[in-house]
Each structure stands twice: as C-alpha cells, then as structure tokens.
C-alpha cells in the first residue's frame, strides 16, 4: 500500500535520489515532494528522461541535476535513496563495463557522501542478486546461485557488491543503511522502449504486433505495482530497525510469462498472437518475494492486483503511444 506517501510531513528533509528521472525514480521524487520534502534528483538520463520529471521542475522544492555517479557529489543532504544504474537486462548489457561502475563507483561515491553528511541511504538493490534461485520463494537469508561470468553478471554481481559495500559501511563507519531487494516493478513511466516484459508485452499489444514470449514462457515472475513499490522503500526508508537488514520488497502473487503475455493482450483487446523466441542466457527460471519481513519489519504489504495494475499500465501507453502518433 502507498500509504506513507499520504502520511503528513513530520520533519522536512533534503533528500538526494540518484537516478530519479528513471521509472521508479520518478514516482519516488513524485511522493518525497507531496509529503513535503525538498528533492534533488540527479540522474545522467542514460534510460530516464526528462519528460518522466517534467511536472515537477517548476515546483520550488525540486531539483533536477544531470550528473553521473560515477564521480564524486557534494551536496548537502538528509536522506540519500540510490536508485542508479539501468533496470532492464537489454540496458544494463549494452555497456555491461558502465553498468558495474554505475553499480560500484555509484555505491562508493553515495556512500561516501552518506558519510560525510550523516545521511541515512537506501540501495536499490534487487531479486537479481539470488541469481536463479534454487529456493523458493526466495527469503532474505538465501545466498542466491549467480553466474560471475555471463551476459547477465554485470548486473547482478556489481549489485551484490554494492550490497557488500552498504554492508560494510554499517561495520565500519556506523553507516545507517537500508537495503531494499526490489522485486520486478512495473507501471506508468516506463519507456516504451525499455525492453522489459511488461512494458514489452503492453507496447506490441496495443500496436496488434506479435507479442514475444522468450523460452517456452513457463519461467516465472512476480509483478508488484509501482505504487506500492515506492511505499515500502518510504517505508524502510522511515524505519530505524531496518538498519543494517536487506528487505525483500515485491508481490508475492507469482505468473507464468505465458500466462502475462495472455492476460496482456486480453486487456488491451488486442488481435496480437503470441510468438516464441530464443530464451536469453541465465534467464531466471522462477522468482517469487518472500516478504514476511517486509510485513512484519513495516506493516507493508502490496495492495494492487496485477489486472489493476496492468490495466493503468495499458491505459497510461495507450495515452502516451496515441500522444506519439497525434
Ligand atoms: P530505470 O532504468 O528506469 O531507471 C534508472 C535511472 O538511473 C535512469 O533514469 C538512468 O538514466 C539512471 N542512471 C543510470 N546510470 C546512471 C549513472 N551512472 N549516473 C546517474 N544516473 C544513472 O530503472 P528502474 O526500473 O527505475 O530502476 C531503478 C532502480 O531500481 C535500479 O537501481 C534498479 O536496479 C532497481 N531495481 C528495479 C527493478 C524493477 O523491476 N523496476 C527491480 C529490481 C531493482
Ligand atoms: N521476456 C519475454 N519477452 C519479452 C521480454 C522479456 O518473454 O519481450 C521474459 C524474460 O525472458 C524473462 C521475463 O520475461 O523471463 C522477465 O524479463 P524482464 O526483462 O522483464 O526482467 P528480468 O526479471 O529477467 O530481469
């Protein structure tokens, strides 16, 4: 549920988001500003984009910075939510070197600053660092089984060391630390071309082109909705015994990629036929949050249904496709 971003202000804080004009970035920046903070956003628009931030540059309590965090930041800050580096495996491959600094000068350099500025931080960390994951549902205390050496390593391996490094900054310098393993999130924001499922699923059925399931669709994921994402990162964000424990943060509510690719194109109403394409390597076989700590830790469950969510995902690249095209 979304309901830190309701809750009144008690302090106002100056909070840092690195890459804030990314998907999730943006609705963070978004709810930080109703509840009455002051945001900078920084973000080099490597996959964000201005426009997910356009309504927010005129409000006084914003600021947009473009800057890469692969250099070092002076900013004076309260709060730090790290949030840098691309999502999307197509993305973070393409410049799978970029993608490691991005993850691991990032994390020195906010944290770093974290230091200097006795700011709490948060790493947006995610499901990807249990790898394909030999349990199931995957809990906080699994190791996860991860390929140092494939096409998908860049990413999952630079975040496991980001996470060592928040970890080690809590040892050593008495860091206060949040980890949040974000599950895959979807919703209003997304690119078009990001490359991921759901926007993937959303952007071709809408335009009646084939819809592409890769494999034979039977891998699993577990979709959790924008909203309620960014409420529990709120959320830990806000809660002092989260320090120093990673927190699984997704919908539990897990669906075959056959069956999404299904539900997709009989919500939009489309006449797309679903194709089968080539599996890419050390693609996850299944994934499902355990996120009993996140409910006990927070009180925080995921509210939104994935018909719900998809059908706000439909109408927002409805809008936005038609807006293309106009
Ligand atoms: P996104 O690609 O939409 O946003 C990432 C943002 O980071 C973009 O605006 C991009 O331009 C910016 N960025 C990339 N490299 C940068 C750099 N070197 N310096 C400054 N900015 C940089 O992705 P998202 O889905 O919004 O993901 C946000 C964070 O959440 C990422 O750290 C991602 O790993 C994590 N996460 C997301 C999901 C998900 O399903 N969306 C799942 C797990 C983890
Ligand atoms: N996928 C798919 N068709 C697409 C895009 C992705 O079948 O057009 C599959 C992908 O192979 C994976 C799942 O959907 O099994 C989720 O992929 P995504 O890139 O969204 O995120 P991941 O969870 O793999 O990081």
Not at 295 to 316: D, F, M, R
Request: proline residues 6%.
């Amino acid at each position: 549920m979304n309901s830190s971003a309701e809750r009144p202000v008690t302090t106002q804080k100056r909070i840092l988001v690195t890459g804030g004009a990314g998907f999730i970035g943006s609705h963070l920046c978004e709810d930080l500003l109703a509840q009455g903070h002051e945001v900078l956003c920084v973000d080099n628009f490597y996959t964000g984009r201005r426009a997910t931030v356009a309504h927010l540059v005129d409000n006084p309590m914003f600021e947009l910075m473009r800057f890469d965090v692969t250099f070092p930041l002076y900013v004076e800050v309260d709060e730090i939510y790290n949030l840098a580096c691309p999502a999307s495996p197509i993305h973070y491959q393409l410049d799978p070197v970029q993608t490691t600094k991005t993850c691991v000068h990032g994390a020195i350099n906010m944290l770093g600053l974290a230091k200097r500025t006795k700011s709490t931080i948060l790493q947006a960390s995610t499901s990807e660092i249990y790898g394909d994951p030999e349990v199931h549902p995957q809990h906080e205390d699994y190791w996860g089984n991860v390929n140092p050496i494939g096409s998908r390593s860049c990413y999952d391996e630079a975040k496991r060391c980001a996470e060592t490094l928040f970890f080690d900054y809590f040892r050593q310098n008495s860091l206060e630390i949040r980890v949040a393993r974000i599950f895959n999130t979807y919703g209003p924001h997304m690119h078009p071309n990001d490359g991921r499922v759901v926007s993937n699923f959303i952007v071709q059925a809408l335009r009646n082109e084939p819809v592409t399931v890769y494999g034979d669709g039977t891998q699993t994921r577990s979709f959790c909705f924008v909203s309620d994402l960014v409420g529990g990162l709120i959320d830990l964000m806000n809660c002092p015994e989260g320090n120093g424990l990673p927190v699984n943060l997704g919908n539990p509510s897990e669906i075959e990629v056959g069956a999404l690719a299904e539900s997709v194109v009989a919500l939009a109403g489309s006449s797309s036929k679903i194709v089968y394409k080539q599996l890419p390597e050390d693609d996850p076989r299944k994934r499902c949050p355990d996120v009993s700590r996140a409910e006990s830790l927070l009180g925080w469950t995921p509210g939104v249904e994935l018909e719900q969510g998809l059908k706000e995902t439909i109408a927002y690249f409805d809008a936005s496709l038609s807006r293309e095209t106009a």
